[in-house]
């Protein structure tokens, strides 16, 4: 968002306060305070630690909100890594495996309490490992996983089945990250509403990386997929190197890892699209544009 766009309006007051106390007229509900999880990137890529309350602004629906906080997030943060085990990533294998081991390992480096999950999409969505701490029983199911000959993609099932498991658990501080193989042949059948509603229930953002090995097949998913990472304050990103596959995993670690709570007053009603900006020069802010409820 623009620095220009996010400017301060001047708020005018009326002389004189009315107080809502004639029978049959109601008091305004109180506001209440809404906090979003922001994800914030100097120009290099790296992850910012300095933010404060002066350097970012706020809106929903259009509509500048207070903001009454901005300090590194505390919330325990959740991860379902999703792994593209297709016939497309049967020779690449162990370039899948190493990158998503390095995403582990980063991550525990700045957040050792990171909930991770494991999913493979080829074929069928299938967990391989649940929600856990542990590095080791991470690093069994990664190094389990294998290209399965014949086998279409079903990224955008995965995606939903993701969504859906990150909704039940209690921190509000969630993320995606998937790693598909291009070109290959995408079967899931879920309408681009589907997908949205449920990111839009987890709160979860989407990060999202493709190895592009030949001309993409799937535009429908792509739609969707270049839709989803945008709304939820997510990315996508296209490598054509399998050696640069890790680098781009480890660095969505230190972004997801190194994440703020921006927290902000909101009159009693609700809202849909929230935006945050920044004053600060040369920053990329993450965070996802569904208003929290």
């Known amino acids: 968002m623009a620095a220009g766009s996010l400017r301060r ?8 306060m009315f107080v809502a106390t004639l029978r049959g007229v109601a008091a305004p509900p109180p506001a209440a305070d809404k906090t979003v999880i922001v994800g914030v990137l100097d120009a290099a890529g790296l992850p ?6 002066a350097d970012v602004r706020l809106r929903e629906d259009g509509v500048d909100r207070e903001i009454v ?18 016939q497309s990533a049967e020779p690449l294998i162990r370039d899948v495996r190493a990158s998503l081991a390095g995403f ?7 957040s050792p309490d990171t909930l991770i999950s494991l999913a493979e999409f080829g074929q069928a969505a299938v967990t391989m490992v649940p929600f856990v701490r542990d590095d080791g029983a ?8 294998v290209g399965r ?8 099932e995965a995606i939903i089945d993701a969504s859906e498991r990150l909704a039940k658990l209690p921190s509000p501080r969630r993320a995606i990250v998937s790693l598909n193989i291009e070109p290959s042949n995408e079967q899931s059948r879920e309408e681009p509403k589907k997908v949205n509603d449920a990111l839009r229930k987890s709160g979860a953002q989407l990060w999202s990386v493709s190895l592009q090995k030949g001309d993409l097949r799937n535009p429908g998913r792509d739609v969707v997929l270049n839709a989803v990472t945008k709304n939820t304050g997510g990315t996508r990103d296209f490598i054509n190197s399998p050696s640069a596959l890790e680098g781009v995993l ?3 670690a230190d972004a997801l890892t190194s994440q703020y709570e ?15 900006g920044t004053l600060r020069q040369g920053l990329t802010l993450h965070a996802s544009g569904f208003a929290p409820q």
Do not use: W
């Not at 910012?48 to 309350?53: A, G, P, S």
């Not at 921006?262 to 945050?276: D, E, H, I, L, M």
């Open 149 to 156: 000959p014949g086998a279409a993609s079903v990224l955008v």
């Open 138 to 145: 991470l690093n069994s199911g990664i190094n389990k996983l």
């Open 104 to 110: 582990v390992q980063q991550a525990r480096k700045t």
């Open 262 to 276: 921006v927290t902000y007053k909101r009159p009693g009603s609700s809202a849909q699209v929230v935006q945050v």
């Open 48 to 53: 910012v630690t300095d933010l404060t309350m």
């Open 69 to 86: 906080s901005v300090k590194l997030s505390s919330q325990a943060l959740q991860v379902a890594l999703l792994a593209d085990t297709t």
């Open 9 to 16: 309006r001047a708020l005018i007051l009326a002389p004189v």
């Open 250 to 252: 480890r660095h969505y």
